[in-house]
Nanobody
Framework: QVQLVESGGGWMQPGGSLKLSCSAS????????WGWYRQAPGSQRQLVAVETIRGTPNYGDSVKGRFTISRDNTRNAVVLQMNNLKPEDTAVYYC??????????WGRGTQVTVSS
């Protein structure tokens, strides 16, 4: 069983930066892909960034050019660097990992609030 824990959320003023991390406990083997999603109050969960089998990440249109997903294989972790934050980025951010041939696991989320 894989458990994911997000960290790094909090409050930031518009234009600032935050870095979210997601660490996995348990054994992740084989081919797997990390992703970040977010959900604002009253809205559906939406894609933020996801690794793909092609090697080039996919980003949600609203975060392209501002957010970057990267993995840290030494720590079984993934990072989401968020720059030039906007109030509309306010949401609960969830990481997930899709292990090919196995399952998809989700973290519990971390709150990001962007306001002045």
């Amino acid at each position: 069983q894989v458990q994911l824990v997000e960290s790094g959320g909090g409050w930031m003023q518009p234009g600032g930066s935050l870095k979210l991390s997601c660490s996995a406990s348990g054994d992740i083997r084989g081919t797997y892909f990390w992703g970040w999603y977010r959900q604002a109050p009253g809205s559906q969960r939406q894609l933020v960034a996801v690794e793909t089998i092609r090697g080039t990440p996919n980003y949600g249109d609203s975060v392209k050019g501002r957010f970057t997903i990267s993995r840290d294989n030494t720590r079984n972790a993934v990072v989401l660097q968020m720059n030039n934050l906007k109030p509309e980025d306010t949401a609960v951010y969830y990481c997930n990992v899709w292990i090919m041939g196995e399952s998809t696991y989700w973290g519990r989320g971390t709150q990001v609030t962007v306001s002045s």
